[in-house]
């Protein structure tokens, strides 16, 4: 068995796993349609009231959620970078490529929002970014600004969600010390 080298938690390969984790392993693969196990799983799962937890969690958030496809993972991976978690970073880097998302508007999200079109988009990731990295700072501007580019109130909610959902993954993934899938960075030409 493997161990993370920080913080010594084991990872739990599906060859090594009991039946009962290999059946919840291809039950989570099948839904998220993932040709592999994510190392978020194979470390969580040495808790199964956690892996279960965050199972449910997310499934509710994608069954719920009525944001464009493309802008969860966009806010997601501009959250990431931002607080700098390499592996929510680079998942929701290779989910937004897998979604259609060019490189030069990854690029831009990354390195240059000021630049980011539309700017309604440019907007929201904006707000996101400030909301999950200081959300007591926020102010009525902040509000007025992202509805000024005709988000509504529901469309807003959702996006305060997803900046404090990408603080839970990104605490998850820096606390666990979770380390990014070599497919991933194979996917991303790293």
């Known amino acids: 068995m493997r161990y993370l080298s920080i913080s010594g938690f084991p990872v739990i390969e599906p060859e090594e796993a009991d039946p009962d984790t290999r059946q919840q392993y291809a039950e989570m693969q099948q839904e998220v349609g993932l040709p592999y196990v994510p190392s978020w799983a194979k470390t969580m799962i040495i808790s199964p009231a956690i892996y279960n937890i965050y199972l449910e969690f997310m499934r509710a958030t994608n ?3 009525t944001l464009p496809e493309t802008l969860v993972p966009m806010i997601l991976y501009c959250i990431a970078t931002a607080r700098n978690c390499q592996y929510c970073s680079a998942n929701n880097e290779l989910f937004c490529r897998s979604l259609g998302v060019d490189e030069e508007t990854l690029e831009m999200l990354a390195k240059d929002l000021g630049n980011v079109t539309p700017r309604r988009l440019q907007a929201i990731i904006q707000f996101a970014i400030r909301c999950a990295l200081n959300p007591q700072g926020l102010t009525a501007v902040d509000y007025d600004r992202v509805r000024e580019q005709g988000v509504s109130d529901d469309e807003l909610a959702q ?16 606390g666990f010390k979770i380390e990014i899938e070599s497919v991933v960075l194979e996917a991303l030409g790293r």
Do not use: K, P, S
């Open 159 to 174: 996006i305060i969600f997803l900046a404090a959902l990408g603080n839970f993954n990104d605490t998850l993934a820096d």
């Open 63 to 65: 069954r719920h959620l």
